[in-house]
């Protein structure tokens, strides 16, 4: 699961008698007419540990910044080491595919640029904005003769946590290794003297054995081998016709796989889950569908077989064989499987809205196809696993 990294550390005591100028001496009056019994309810919310919303001056927290919350880690840091009691914040970050002096690197950016969200009371802020005072609150908010500065919910900080989780580790590029590409396979080439060329993979047979090979041009042939992983991409999959496959419209397999994956969200896979798992894999795993469509089918098997025989590894590769398959898509159904299983096999937040996007148009159909109907029920059914609401 956009990542977001979360800091964990105490709740600091601190002196009660620390303030933030004027503006904290005020918020500890008492207002025209209040009683008494409204005072002191007003200075033990002070002392609530809430999810607190921090901003920074636009200025400070840039787009470019590695976190807007390096000041919050120096100060844990500087508490962890003289065993002081900590705080707890969130500062979640996005991976985001950068050129860099010619090859493609993950780098980590910040996700919400300027916002720090701190799990303490209003009081413990007001004493660190003494070291740091560009941490500012937001504006309070009035209630009556009542206010408060805006904070979430536990609810609603797990549920932003599960957003800014569901940006992490999303690679808009794919970068297979060499021999894991096909006859037909066209990739673009990113680095080097070949910066630009699109080519097609072919196979040249030559000293005994197959050199994968790219056609430039219909002229040129290279050899693939010297163009390194990270120095292209994929940009289109072999739709080369005649390869051989049994059906996967096996509704035993199909309906088995769905029900194992619910057990498996909510306390693991049973034997006989994990053996139709392999069932599934044995079945399948093998077969080189020709085209899209056909992809989408056997990849929204393979990734719930996978997860639920417990190969993360192959599991892994498959997801991201089938992020960098998706934008490719067109075909409205398949995409649609795509989005549903990639979901209810990892729970994002991404995938839950863009299968919505496409399966919620189809509930108001008056009677929607059975393919349609059966990833309406699955969709609601992950919704209902993971707790999320649509």
């Not at 001056?57 to 470019?64: E, H, I, K, M, S």
């Not at 994929?234 to 199909?254: A, M, Q, T």
């Amino acid at each position: 699961m956009p990542s977001g990294q979360l800091r964990r550390a105490n709740q600091s005591g601190g002196i009660d008698g620390m303030t933030d100028g004027t503006d904290r001496r005020k918020g500890l009056a008492s207002l025209p007419g209040e009683s008494a019994e409204s005072l002191a309810h007003r200075r033990a919310d002070r002392e609530a540990t809430r999810w607190y919303v921090l901003t920074l001056p636009l200025a400070v927290g840039t787009r470019d910044s590695v976190s807007p919350a390096r000041g919050l880690e120096a100060e844990l840091e500087r508490r962890r080491r003289r065993g002081e009691r900590l705080f707890e914040y969130f500062a979640p970050s996005y991976v985001e595919v950068r050129r860099v002096d010619g090859r493609l690197v993950n780098t980590r950016r910040p996700l919400l640029f300027n916002y720090i969200f701190i799990h303490a009371s209003e009081n413990e802020i007001f004493r660190l904005k003494r070291d740091f005072p560009l941490y500012n609150l937001l504006p309070r908010v009035f209630e009556g003769d009542d206010y408060h500065y805006p904070y979430l919910s536990e609810s609603e900080m797990a549920n932003l946590r599960w957003v800014a989780a569901s940006y992490a580790d999303e690679l808009p590029v794919y970068v297979p290794e060499p021999g894991r590409l096909r006859v037909g396979d066209r990739v673009r080439v990113t680095s080097g003297v070949l910066s630009g060329v699109e080519a097609e993979v072919v196979v040249r047979p030559g000293g005994g054995r197959k050199d994968l090979m790219v056609r430039v041009l219909d002229c040129l042939w290279v050899p693939l081998l010297t163009v390194r992983s990270g120095e292209y991409e994929v940009i289109s999959l072999s739709r080369e016709r005649g390869r051989v496959y049994e059906s996967v419209d096996n509704d035993r397999i199909w309906t088995g796989l769905h029900e194992a994956l619910g057990r498996y969200h909510s306390g693991g896979p049973t034997e006989a889950d994990r053996s139709l798992a392999r069932e599934a894999l044995d079945r399948y795993a093998r077969l080189e569908p020709e085209s899209d469509v056909m992809r989408c089918k056997v990849y929204a098997l393979l990734l719930r077989a996978y997860r639920i025989a417990g190969d993360e590894g192959a599991f892994s590769r498959l997801l991201a064989t089938t992020r960098s398959l998706l934008p490719s898509v067109k075909a409205e159904q398949a995409r649609a499987s795509l989005l549903v299983t990639l979901y209810g096999c990892t729970g994002s937040f991404v995938y839950q809205r863009d299968a919505h996007a496409i399966v919620d148009a189809w509930c108001r159909e008056p009677s929607p196809k059975r393919v349609k109907r059966r990833l309406i029920d699955w969709l609601a059914d992950y919704d209902r696993w993971f707790g999320h609401s649509a």
